[in-house]
């Protein structure tokens, strides 16, 4: 509200006179505009309609940039982009195939679960799909294996054709087959789930591996156009039903599924989100025409961020999904902000010009600084160094200024053209009373931080703080996460959202059972070791084998180890292996080993060669490659071990080597991810919040001639940066590359709250009033429009809580609850930081005064 008298408690409801003070109190709007925000405010009472016709040209120019970004980019690999231990990880892979499962398109396993995999039917079947699969003229396959080839080599060691195999199979008694079962896994280890039954041979899920001959030049489609086929060929295998016992786990069907999770996700919670919004708008707006004008301004600033997408070339990504509810999020609040305080001058007596004249010059300066502070605290992701947390801060920062632009000037400018048609009409009336005015029941209640700050401001400000501070504290200790299993929702979250209707049930997720059949089955879920890798070319160099030795001696304690040295896997101990069975081998060793130390230190290239030549060729291909190019050493790790002292054992022992070694495995992928993101989130929230205070004290000083009113905007900011900290660890919400922006976010979103409720009271107290009657004013004007915005972004964007991806609904809850509390602090405790400041400022001044009295 602006100036004027507070009406009597007896006053009449209904009477414009007493419910907002007269139109124009307070002080001069112009006092604070800049030349170019008045030019701007007069084009849009003067010219609404060329105004929206602009702002429409340019949303079409936008919709050309629609789908034109990039490929969208889901699950974990879009993080570790340009990560040098991932790129080693990639090289190590592509280097060393043997023993390890590819994450490429060269091979595929099939999870068969028939109850008991080794029964004689059940290895029948295995066998036809293996002759299926090996015979298909668009497959390329080149091998296949499974626990019925294994066995049918044990009980025919000449059986090639898939002929020969079944027939061994078929006539073998049951003691036959139990006696080939068991050496064939002795022999081979057979891929069998871990309940698997010597005595009885018997086990329920069985592994059939698939190799796949790709070209050199294959890309990814052409390797997934081969595994989507392999389901079509094993679903013809009488008694397999693919889905049901029989689960292709193929990268290409993975990378699929991931993506597809995104989608679901969108198809259900974007229209779950805008009809809980539109619902909450209606409540706010209570008017059609202002309903249509806020839809329209907030599916605008999603067309113009999109296109702006499409045209930047930035694909879509998981950590992109965030930026569309926060934008959401401040146009409600812009939107709500402009509807009521225009409504509050309308109520007055102003005239539909005047009122938005009014309305848009007290609100454009507090439009700009919640706009460039929201800026601020989104780019400040650019100090990561994930290019994923950099394209967050690009996308969101555009958008925000899109934001202001569609809010700031079109929707001013659609009500006035609106407003100046229906009026004179026989157009019905709808909803035409601000929010908070005094006596609603809101009304009575928006001032209750006002109340206090007049009767305790000092116990309000010091209990916020304590509060702030211990859940600051206690949110650091908050966990981290990141791995492809975090992407991935659980089966009573599928289950439950399974019974929508299409198309907002999500999909069948092969992911779900291979992630079981992994960590359930086959004893998979942790990984047991991390790898050294070194591709240098100082491996065929004299001191090669000598430097390999020692990172195996004296290890860290992360290792496993025997009398001081690494249980681990090298090319080291192919030789120590090779050098105990063969004592001619052994005798090279010794030739070439000048200072005794069992490693050969010279002519190391010959060794290779020797090595390669015997029958430890293929155990040797698994440590070093042919060309002697790249090693690696592959360390076990302590059942004690987590991740974050694995990665750093690998790395210390890597940075004592004196060829080319970097720490590699998945495990240390993911660590590495972790550490970026917590040095990304910390950063960013330091940046944020440093250059939004500078900010803030430069804004109000140019516009106020007061700095200190910015350092008040964020003490009610800190309040909530440090809750909502404490609230992630309470609630079980790790920190991961999805919500890492939420803390320095959390700083624009808390701004934009206090900017409106602060502007307006320093509007209010400049004008006239005392400290308390200007705070009341502004609870009950400004803090409805608050309220309204409030409810609307809580309930309308933490249905992002129901999304398929659990990072999504986690972001959901996170921000939910990061409105919430930023409205909270605007309305308790800013008003208790203002008063506190009021009566320091006082008692200063008059401390000043008595001092230059009596001098």
């Known amino acids: 509200m602006a100036d004027g008298d507070t009406p009597d408690a007896g006053d009449d409801f209904d009477r414009d006179d007493s419910l907002v003070p007269d139109a124009g109190a307070g002080k001069d709007p112009d006092r604070d505009q800049h030349p170019w925000l008045q030019r701007i405010n007069s084009l849009i009472t003067a010219r609404p309609w060329a105004i929206v016709a602009v702002f429409l040209a340019v949303t079409v120019l936008f919709i050309g940039g629609l789908g034109a970004g990039g490929d969208q980019q889901a699950g974990t690999d879009q993080f570790t982009e340009e990560l040098e231990e991932a790129d080693a990880l990639e090289d190590m892979e592509e280097n060393f195939e043997r023993g390890t499962r590819s994450t490429g398109g060269s091979s595929a396993t099939l999870f068969i679960d028939e109850g008991n995999v080794l029964s004689k039917d059940s290895l029948l079947r295995m066998l036809e799909a293996q002759h299926r699969l090996e015979t298909h003229d668009r497959l390329r396959v080149t091998s296949t294996t499974s626990p019925a080839s294994l066995t049918a080599q044990q009980l025919d060691p000449d059986a090639d054709s898939a002929e020969e195999k079944q027939r061994a199979v078929r006539r073998a008694s049951p003691g036959q087959l139990r006696t080939a079962v068991n050496d064939a896994d002795e ?119 999109f296109g702006f997408m499409g045209y930047a070339n930035i694909p879509f990504s998981d950590s992109l999904v965030t930026v569309f509810p926060l934008l959401l999020a ?207 070319r100082a491996v065929r160099s004299d001191v090669a084998l000598e430097d390999i030795d020692r990172a195996l001696q004296d290890p860290p304690e992360a290792f496993v180890s025997e009398e001081r040295r690494a249980d681990a896997t090298s090319i080291v101990g192919v030789m120590e292996s090779r050098a105990a069975a063969d004592p001619e081998f052994a005798a090279t060793v010794e030739r070439y080993d000048t200072t005794n130390t069992g490693v050969p230190d010279r002519n190391v290239d010959t060794v290779y060669e020797e090595l390669f030549d015997s029958p430890a060729e293929d155990e040797a291909l698994g440590s070093l490659t042919r060309d002697r190019s790249a090693t690696r050493i592959q360390y076990q790790l302590d059942a004690d071990t987590d991740q974050t002292e694995a990665t750093a054992a690998a790395e210390t022992v890597a940075d004592g080597m004196r060829m080319d070694a970097i720490p590699t495995g998945q495990l240390v992928v993911n660590q590495v991810v972790i550490d970026r993101i917590t040095d990304s989130a910390i950063t960013s929230l330091i940046v944020a919040f440093l250059l939004t205070a500078v900010f803030l004290m430069v804004s109000y000083r140019w516009l106020e001639g007061r700095a200190i009113y910015g350092l008040i905007n964020l003490v009610p900011v800190l309040v909530t940066v440090g809750v909502l900290a404490g609230s992630m660890r309470y609630f079980g919400v790790p920190l991961t590359p999805f919500n890492a922006p939420i803390l320095s976010v959390s700083i624009g979103l808390g701004v934009d709250y206090t900017v409106h409720f602060m502007h307006r009271f320093v509007d209010e107290y400049e004008g006239g009033r005392d400290v308390h009657e200007a705070l009341r004013v502004t609870a009950q004007g400004t803090g409805g429009a608050l309220t309204g915005s409030m409810l609307t972004t809580v309930c309308g964007l933490g249905v992002l809580y129901i999304a398929v991806i659990p990072l999504i609904a986690e972001f959901g809850l996170l921000l939910a609850l990061g409105v919430l509390y930023a409205y909270l602090a605007s309305i308790l405790v800013l008003p208790a930081t203002v008063v506190v400041w009021h009566y320091l400022e006082t008692d200063l001044l008059a401390g000043v005064g008595d001092y230059i009295t009596n001098r």
């Open 187 to 305: 022999a081979a280890s057979l891929p069998v789930s871990t309940d698997f039954n010597r005595a009885d041979p018997s086990a329920s899920v069985a592994q059939l591996a698939v190799s796949y001959d790709t070209p050199p030049m294959a890309d990814d489609s052409d390797r997934a156009s081969l595994q989507f086929r392999t389901v079509d060929v094993v679903a013809g295998v009488d008694g397999y039903e693919p889905g049901e016992n029989v689960v292709v786990f193929a990268d290409a069907i993975i990378d699929q599924e991931v993506n597809q999770l995104l989608t679901d996700t969108a198809v259900l919670v974007f229209p779950a989100a805008l009809l809980l919004i539109i619902f909450f708008l209606i409540v706010a707006y209570r008017d059609p025409i202002d309903l249509g004008l806020g839809i329209a301004a907030l599916l605008m600033t999603l067309v113009w961020t």
């Open 330 to 536: 401040v146009g409600i609040d812009f939107g709500i902000h402009i509807i009521n305080r225009y409504r509050e001058e309308r109520l007055a007596g102003a005239e539909i010009t005047d009122a938005m004249d009014i309305t848009v010059r007290q609100l454009s300066a507090a439009f700009l600084i919640v706009t460039l502070t929201t800026v601020i605290s989104f780019m400040a992701n650019l100090t990561s160094s994930l290019d994923q947390l950099q394209d967050f801060g690009i996308v969101a920062a555009v958008g925000m200024v899109f934001t202001f632009l569609i809010f700031g000037v079109f929707l001013p400018a659609g009500k006035v053209a609106f407003d100046g048609l229906r009026e004179g009409t026989r157009f019905p009336t709808f909803g035409t009373r601000p929010l908070g005015r005094e006596e609603s029941i809101l009304g009575r209640i928006l001032p209750v931080g006002a109340t206090a700050a007049k009767v305790a401001p000092a116990v309000v400000l010091v209990s916020a703080l304590v509060i702030g501070g211990v859940g600051g504290a206690y949110g650091t200790g908050v966990d981290t996460e990141f791995s492809q299993e975090a992407f991935f929702p659980d089966e009573e979250r599928i289950e439950t959202l399974q019974v929508l209707p299409e198309p907002f049930a999500p999909s069948q997720y092969t992911f779900m059972s291979v992630l079981n059949y992994l960590e359930e089955d086959f004893d998979q879920g942790f990984v047991g070791s991390v790898t050294v890798y070194i591709e240098d």
